[in-house]
């Protein structure tokens, strides 16, 4: 990479002499020989992506970390960020930011579209660079992995971008479980309200792109199409090309508890359902079971972890509410979650907040959980400034938010995949579908069109066959476009 940059020019140009700021990375001063740094010394933050979550990203931790690099393809969106932080280089394209300022760089908040947080948080990663990634933490199965591995191998702080594992709800929940106060879990039921964004729509035409974005960069690795205004700089969340929908939105704060609070892994088995699915937009509503194998071994006698089925709704469909409900007590529709246990049943709302036993029992369990005292982006500060070998693990580091991740979008897959019309099979330690055969075959609707002749209603879908087995793959390892590609896979 090139490095040819002239300090005192950027300085100049970033506005950061006239602040009294610097840049020099933490390895040029030598406190990071030992692989630590002071907790009272700045780290030099790139962020790519700053025009939503990553702007609340970056004021959380502004005034106590330096913020030297923004990367952002729509610089109209991201314009009142750029005017807020006059000491950051700006940048459209985070490979010429990496080229340029890769030594002045401590970490890296990556808050992109869902489909490129694997791309550049893995560059990232390569380069021993503390990464922050907004959630969900990938858009497939084998970038999740990629995220774990590198992690590991590169040993950088990580969290991804579900602050409410950070709080004190989450803790409860999976004190209360690891005490045996509701028994054995072997359903949840749990779901959001969302999408607060159109989903189920046809594919649009194209539009002029505006000279304010850049449409190729924000395409990245995804398959190219045309440009519209539907697609960004928000609604992407519930288009195939860019987002995993409602489920990928949402599932990594409702879902974590659950993952956490019974220790899942890989599932066994899923199977998705929704309203019309289209080749390139999310469903209006979806429904889908995940299937988790026992999990015997764990150190407790207080209970046991059977095999337990996970059900998740979306598009306003939410759970059941269970037997037994007290009248002053209601659902949170934002991110209900039920635990039906041998014992008792837990409920807590998105975040794993407000968690409560429809008993009325209050237990006072042991605490299992790490405190979090600080922000969900200041614990990760904090662990970027400890060494590898006495790091303390943030509330959502990769080495859980990748398997946990995996979760998610296998909660995609399904969806996607129903057309097959059976329960899906999953080896998680091969990342492939073992009975997914090279004779299935499905169709999908391309468009959905509806007219009124005569007084009577037209339907009209257009529909194209899929051969399941390749269409699976490239969901689990998409195909990157031409000139964008992943790190290798660590060993």
């Given amino acids: 990479m090139s490095n040819s940059m002239n300090r005192r020019s ?71 960020v750029f005017s807020e932080n006059p000491g950051a280089k700006k940048y459209w394209d985070w490979r010429k930011m990496y080229d340029e300022m890769g030594k002045s760089i401590d970490a890296v908040i990556v808050a992109t579209a869902d489909h490129t947080h694997a791309i550049v948080a893995a560059t990232a990663m390569t380069m021993g660079k503390h990464v922050y990634v907004q959630k969900p933490l990938t858009h497939s199965v084998y970038e999740s992995r990629l995220l774990t591995k590198l992690a590991a191998k ?68 995804a398959k190219y199409i045309p440009y519209n205004e539907i697609y960004t700089p928000w609604n992407w969340r519930g288009w195939w090309n860019y987002g995993t929908g409602a489920l990928g939105d949402m599932a990594c704060h409702v879902m974590h508890p659950i993952f956490k609070g019974l220790k899942l892994g890989y599932p066994t088995k899923v199977q998705g359902s929704s309203t019309l699915l289209l080749t390139d937009c999310a469903p209006t509503a979806q429904s889908v079971r995940l299937t988790f194998p026992a ?44 635990f039906h246990g041998t014992k008792d049943t837990l409920i807590c709302s998105c975040y794993g907040a407000n968690p409560w036993l429809l008993s009325g029992r209050k237990p006072n369990s042991p605490k299992t ?79 959905d069109d509806f007219s009124i002749k005569d007084g009577h209603p037209t339907f009209n879908q257009s529909k194209i066959d899929i051969a399941a087995k390749p269409f699976a793959q490239e969901l689990i390892k998409h195909t990157y476009r031409e000139g964008w590609s992943l790190p290798a896979m660590p060993a």
């Fill in 295 to 338: 999990r015997p071994n764990m150190d407790t006698k207080k209970v046991k972890y059977p095999e337990v089925e996970v059900y998740w709704t979306d598009g306003g469909i939410t759970p059941l509410i269970p037997k037994g409900m007290p009248k002053d007590k209601f659902l949170d529709i934002d991110g209900p979650v039920i």
């Fill in 154 to 221: 590169y040993k950088v702080a990580t969290q991804m971008g579900n602050q409410g594992s950070s709080d004190g709800g989450v803790r409860q929940v999976c004190d209360w479980i690891a005490a045996g106060e509701i028994g054995d879990v072997s359903r949840v039921d749990c779901g959001t309200n969302r999408p607060i964004w159109p989903q189920g729509l046809n594919a649009p035409k194209g539009q002029w792109v505006p000279d304010t974005l850049n449409w190729d960069l924000f395409t990245g690795p």
């Fill in 369 to 447: 959980q790490r405190e979090v005292t600080l922000s969900h982006e200041m614990d990760w500060v904090r662990a970027c400034k400890e060494s590898p070998e006495n790091r303390v693990p943030t509330a959502s580091d990769f080495s859980e938010a990748g398997p946990f991740n995996e979760m998610v979008v296998m909660g995609v897959l399904a969806v996607r995949l129903q057309g097959l019309k059976k329960e899906l099979e999953w080896s998680g330690e091969k990342m492939e579908f073992t009975n997914v055969t090279d004779n299935d075959k499905f169709k999908m609707v391309i468009s």
């Fill in 10 to 80: 950027f300085l100049q140009k970033g506005g950061a002499a006239a602040l009294g700021l610097t840049i020099i990375p933490n390895i040029v001063m030598g406190k990071s020989i030992s692989g630590v740094t002071a907790p009272s010394d700045k780290l030099n933050i790139a962020a790519v992506g700053i025009g939503g979550m990553g702007n609340h990203n970056i004021k959380a931790v502004k005034g106590t970390e330096n913020i030297v690099a923004l990367c952002d393809v729509d610089w109209k969106y991201a314009g009142p």
